[in-house]
C-alpha cells in the first residue's frame, strides 16, 4: 500500500497556460487551474502548471498560485491600416520560434489557450509539436486569434451559445466563462465590505471598473458625473488603472475639497484591485459601471449585482457592444454606447436605478439567469477528457 502511494504521488500533469497579458486572460486560466489542482490533488497527481505567453501586469498573480511564469515577445495584428502590422508580424514570428524552444523544454501533456494574439505562437507551435490544444472564447463574436487557431484545436469552449456558429460543431462544448470560486462565493457582508473602504454602510456605493489596465474614458465621465452623485448621497469606488491614478486622484481631490463633510470621504480611487481588494470592492456595491469585456460581465453576474456597460468602440469586431447586448438581453445590465454617455446620463441612470428596488432586484434576477457557475470546473473535466484521463 505505500509503495502504490508513492508512485501515486510520483504522478505528474503537465499543463501550459497561454492567453494575452490583460485580467481578461489571465484570472480565468486561474481559475480553471484552480479546479484542474483540486482534482489532481484528490489523486495524488501532481500538477505542473506554466504560463507561457506576454508579461502581464503583475508576475505575483502567477507565482502565488504555484504556477510557473515565461514570457515571450508578442504581437497582434490591427484591423485597419498601421505601420505597426509591419513591425508587429516579426514579433508574432520571433513569439512562434520562442515558443518552439520553451514547449519543446517543458514539453507539457496539453495546453490550455485563452486567446488573444499572444497565445497564438503558443497554439501553432504546440501544434508542430504534437501537443494536445484545448482554447476557450470569452466573447459572444469570436477573436482573430482564436478563429486562426481553431483548426489546431481538440476542443473549442465557449461562454457565449451565440460563438457557436463559428466553429466545427463537433469540436465545440458552451460552458460559460471561468469565474475564480473566491468571487462565486463571496460571502463578504456588504456593511462590512463598506467599511473595508471607510463608507458609510447606510450608503449606496457604486463601482466604477476601467479594467485591469484601467480606462481614461471612463475616468473623465466618473470625474465628470462624481459631485452629482455624491450630492445625491451616493459614495463612489473608482479603479482607475495604474497609470491614470495619480491624475485622477489629484483632479478627484480637487472636485472633494470644495463639498462639506462627510462628502470627503464619499470617494475612493483605486489604481489596482488585487483579489482580497476586488472582492469587498464586488461585496461592497450597489451597481457596478463597467466596460462589456467578458470577463468583467460573468463577474458581475457571479456578484448578482445591477451594472450599467459601456462597451469599448474601438474593440475588435465590436465584441463589447455584442457581449454587452448578450447580458442585457437577460436584464442583467443597462447598456449605454460610449458616443451617448454623457456625465447627465450616466448620473440619471445610476441614480435611477438605485432609487428604484424593483429594477435593481430585476437586474439582479437577470444576472442569476445568466451566470454559469461550475464553468471553471467543466473546462478542467474537458481537458482531462482530453487526455482520456477519468479522475472521477
Not at 293 to 310: C, D, H, N, W
Request: hydrophobic share 45%; with cysteine; net charge positive.
Amino acid at each position: 500500500m505505500v509503495t502504490q502511494e508513492i508512485n501515486l504521488r510520483e504522478l505528474k500533469l503537465k499543463i501550459v497556460l497561454a492567453g494575452g497579458g490583460t485580467g481578461g486572460h489571465i484570472y480565468p486560466l486561474i481559475a480553471v487551474y484552480r479546479h484542474l489542482k483540486r482534482i489532481t490533488d484528490q489523486k495524488l497527481v501532481t500538477l505542473d502548471a506554466t504560463y507561457l505567453g506576454p508579461k502581464i501586469f503583475d508576475e505575483s498573480v502567477f507565482t502565488n498560485e504555484g504556477i510557473k511564469t515565461i514570457y515571450i515577445t508578442s504581437g497582434k495584428w490591427r484591423n485597419y491600416f498601421s505601420l505597426m502590422n509591419f513591425v508587429d508580424i516579426f514579433k508574432i514570428i520571433f513569439g512562434f520560434f520562442q515558443s518552439l524552444w520553451q514547449l519543446w523544454k517543458v514539453m507539457p501533456d496539453i495546453i490550455f489557450s485563452k486567446g488573444g494574439y499572444g497565445a497564438l505562437p503558443v497554439v501553432l507551435a504546440g501544434f508542430l509539436l504534437g501537443i494536445p490544444i484545448v482554447i476557450h472564447e470569452s466573447d459572444a463574436v469570436p477573436g482573430k486569434s482564436n478563429k486562426l487557431a481553431a483548426p489546431f484545436a481538440k476542443k473549442i469552449l465557449l461562454a457565449f451559445e451565440s460563438a457557436k456558429n463559428y466553429f466545427l460543431p463537433e469540436k465545440v462544448v458552451v460552458v460559460g466563462n471561468p469565474i475564480r470560486e473566491t468571487i462565486l462565493h463571496n460571502n463578504i457582508p456588504q456593511e462590512n465590505a463598506k467599511r473595508y473602504f471607510k463608507f458609510l454602510p447606510e450608503k449606496s456605493v457604486v463601482l466604477f471598473l476601467g479594467g485591469s489596465q484601467g480606462s481614461q474614458r471612463i475616468n473623465d465621465l466618473v470625474l465628470d458625473c462624481l459631485e452629482e452623485l455624491i450630492k445625491n448621497e451616493v459614495q463612489v469606488l473608482h479603479q482607475t488603472g495604474p497609470n491614470n491614478f495619480k491624475e485622477v486622484f489629484l483632479e478627484a481631490k480637487v472636485i472633494l475639497d470644495f463639498l462639506p463633510e462627510p462628502y470627503k470621504n464619499f470617494y475612493q480611487a483605486k489604481d489596482f484591485f488585487y483579489e482580497k481588494d476586488y472582492l469587498n470592492a464586488l461585496a461592497a456595491a450597489d451597481l457596478i459601471v463597467a466596460r462589456a469585456g467578458s470577463g468583467v460581465i460573468f463577474e458581475i453576474a457571479a456578484s448578482k449585482k445591477p451594472a450599467i456597460l459601456i462597451p469599448l468602440p474601438e474593440a475588435a469586431r465590436d465584441h463589447q457592444r455584442l457581449n454587452a447586448i448578450e447580458y442585457a438581453r437577460f436584464g442583467g445590465a443597462l447598456v449605454i454606447e460610449e458616443k451617448n454617455a454623457t456625465a447627465n446620463l450616466l448620473a440619471k441612470n445610476i441614480l435611477d436605478i438605485l432609487n428604484n428596488p424593483t429594477k435593481r432586484n430585476n437586474m439582479i434576477n437577470g444576472a442569476k439567469l445568466f451566470i454559469k457557475k461550475d464553468a471553471a470546473e467543466e473546462i478542467a473535466k474537458e481537458l482531462l477528457n482530453v487526455l482520456n484521463l477519468n479522475f472521477e
